[in-house]
């Protein structure tokens, strides 16, 4: 196993392999420093972590931290969890989690938040897989609830980490499931929904927002490439429309891709990381 002379590798070397949570989080919210997964072995620049989750199962996430860019990595950092879509975890993800991680001088973990991946967008990514994982949940449900706080519980224990400045970054299936966890769990700082899913019963709960968020969304989502009636664009539109007519702190960026053109397209990809990574500075890091 490759080691990087990081926190992560520090804390191994010092205390064993399990790190517990800092204080203020859960004890079973612990990580376990891991190998990298199969299909993962060449992604260079993070850790892997292994993390329990309440009610069974173990989630494989990378640690990204800021190496060089726009923002100097000194004391104790902003994190953000990344949280992928219905098309499972995957290489894009751990690469976004780097990204962010150097853009806007964050640590950022790339979580799998269940074990099954597919549907039309899974052509857009390269899987990494993670059976250990739950099976995939509902983004309102509370197995997807247990697997985000898993994950958030985790992020916050990292060494050289601000846990009370964390954000949830998800991509569809991914975004819903951050979404519902700031309208049910709270206690982030701020998140970014990049084609997520707005059922009319979340549109109806923008009052209850209590956080900023960034909402990135193609105009030409749809099913053909892994969306479904809820990620429509007409959908993001009415629920920024809502944020804003609730006196929400809301940015929205449209784009002329479809569901997946995070991933699809080169310049809208480079595009929505300087968004991300704005939005995380300005909301985590100042």
Not at 168 to 188: D, E, K, P, T, W
Not at 228 to 254: C, H, P, W, Y
Request: aromatic share 6%; net charge positive; proline share 7%.
């Amino acid at each position: 196993m490759r080691m990087f002379a990081g926190p992560l590798t520090l804390a191994l070397l010092l205390g064993g392999s399990t790190v517990s949570a800092q204080e203020g989080v859960p004890r079973d919210a612990a990580f376990t420093v891991a190998r990298a997964p199969a299909g993962a072995d060449s992604l260079a620049g993070v850790e892997w972590i292994r993390v329990p989750v309440r009610g069974g199962g173990t989630l494989t996430a990378a640690v990204a931290r800021p190496t060089a860019g726009r923002t100097a990595a000194s004391g104790p950092l902003p994190v953000v969890v990344v949280l992928h879509g219905s098309h499972g975890f995957a290489r894009e993800y751990v690469r976004l989690a780097r990204d962010l991680a150097r853009e806007a001088g964050v640590v950022a973990v790339a979580g799998c938040w269940f074990a099954e991946g597919g549907g039309a967008g899974a052509r857009f990514v390269t899987p990494i897989p993670c059976p250990e994982a739950p099976p995939r949940p509902t983004a309102a449900s509370a197995e997807a609830r247990a697997a985000v706080d898993a994950l958030v519980g985790a992020a916050r224990a990292l060494p050289g980490v601000r846990g009370d400045r964390l954000a949830l970054a998800g991509h569809s299936r991914g975004g819903g499931a951050a979404l519902q966890y700031v309208l049910a769990v709270g206690g982030v700082r701020a998140a970014v929904l990049n084609s997520a899913g707005y059922p009319p019963q979340v549109t109806a709960r923008a009052p209850e927002v209590r956080v900023p968020l960034l909402l990135l969304h193609g105009i030409a989502d749809g099913p053909a490439d892994g969306g479904s009636e809820f990620t429509a664009i007409a959908r993001a539109r009415a629920f920024a429309s809502a944020l804003r007519d609730a006196g929400k702190d809301v940015e929205a960026q449209f784009f002329e891709g479809g569901h997946n053109g995070l991933f699809e397209s080169p310049s809208q990809y480079d595009a929505s990381v300087r968004l991300m990574a704005d939005f995380l500075r300005r909301r985590l890091t100042r």
